[in-house]
């Protein structure tokens, strides 16, 4: 089955200090998007960042920054200088061209001031 | 201002009583989909439409739902809604069906089924 996993549930972070989220996925496709999105508490989804399959460098956006192995299917997420407002559940999910996208069950961080 | 909508925000009802969550988007996206978030899930597909009138079955299609008559319009219809329907339901478009595109997110309905 196709899948992805966020093997934590929860993490915390001191205000300030770089905190790295992970993911692993499995597709049998070779061509496929890889996204991080944000949960904060009031729900709304949040694109954070996309990584496309094919390009090696790691996609970086502002305070965000991803760590993408293809051949180990991992792609985790660093988020530097943590705010509080970071603090939400992110989900990692890909999209193939199948129309198959999935999403991993989210890690809930918490940023300590 | 570009948004994807939907309708009701919050919605108790009881077991068995048809109701309709809306869906609405101004982006002029081709592709509309619903999923419902559960805890210790994620995410999980229920339907999803690449065009009006092109709808297929998700994850998770039994006990819903869908039309797509007009571009902008993708409604979750619950014919006989059940407990195990209580859930967050999310509605999510984007331009194109490619794995390229970003989906953008309604603000979620809150459904309880009692």
């Known amino acids: 089955a196709q899948t992805v996993t966020q093997s934590q549930p929860e993490m915390s972070v001191q205000e300030a200090e770089t905190v790295t989220l992970s993911c692993t996925y499995d597709?049998?496709?070779?061509?496929?998007?890889l996204f991080w999105y944000k949960q904060p508490p009031s729900r709304q989804m949040i694109l954070v960042i996309r990584q496309e399959a094919y390009k090696q460098q790691n996609a970086t956006e502002n305070r965000f920054s991803v760590n993408f192995q293809k051949a180990a299917k991992s792609f985790s997420l660093k988020i530097s200088d943590s705010q509080l407002g970071d603090a939400a559940m992110y989900f990692c999910?890909?999209?193939?061209?199948?129309?198959?996208?999935?999403f991993g069950a989210g890690t809930r961080l918490t940023v300590k001031p | 201002e570009a948004q994807v909508t939907q309708n009701p925000r919050y919605l108790i009802t009881v077991t068995g009583k048809k109701l309709t969550v809306t869906c609405s988007q101004n982006m002029n996206h081709e592709y509309m989909s619903w999923y419902r978030q559960d805890p210790g899930l994620g995410l999980r597909q229920i339907y999803y439409?690449?065009?009006?009138?092109?709808?297929d079955k998700g994850d998770v299609p039994e006990g819903y739902k869908v039309s797509r008559k007009e571009k902008r319009n993708f409604p979750l219809i619950l014919e006989s809604p059940s407990p195990n329907q209580t859930s967050l339901y999310f509605c999510?478009?984007?331009?194109?069906?490619?794995?390229?595109?970003?989906?953008?997110f309604g603000p979620g309905t809150r459904l309880l089924v009692l």
């Open positions: 999910a890909y999209r193939t061209n199948n129309n198959d996208m999935r």
């Open positions: 597709t049998s496709e070779s061509d496929y998007y």
């Open positions: 439409s690449m065009n009006v009138e092109v709808t």
């Open positions: 999510a478009s984007s331009l194109s069906w490619g794995n390229q595109e970003t989906q953008y």
